[in-house]
């Protein structure tokens, strides 16, 4: 359910890039393309997450948002 969701926001991002000028072309491909790379992205990051919980490192995603966070910090 959650690449579901992920896959239809994804998508939402995508027709707004070629709406904003990303893409000179609507093309299906490149679309098609942005989607699938985005969800497999998004996908990666859940189960990075749920690899760092089950090895009883800490709460995965937390961890995940904190190291994001603290990456920001220096341009800060």
Same mark, same amino acid.
């Given at each position: ?9 994804? *998508? ?6 070629? =709406?904003?000028?990303?893409?000179? +072309? @609507?093309?299906?491909?490149?679309? @098609? ?8 992205? *998004? ?8 690899? +760092? ?8 995603? *937390?961890?995940?948002?904190?190291? =994001? ?8």
């Amino acid at each position: 359910m959650t690449v579901i969701l992920a896959a239809l926001s994804r *998508s939402a991002i995508a027709f707004m890039l070629t =709406r904003g000028g990303m893409f000179s +072309i @609507l093309a299906s491909a490149s679309l @098609l393309m942005t989607v699938l790379t985005l969800t497999t992205g *998004s996908a990666f990051i859940m189960w990075l997450g749920e690899q +760092i919980t089950d090895r009883g490192i800490g709460n995965g995603m *937390s961890l995940l948002i904190f190291c =994001r966070i603290v990456a920001g910090l220096p341009r800060a």
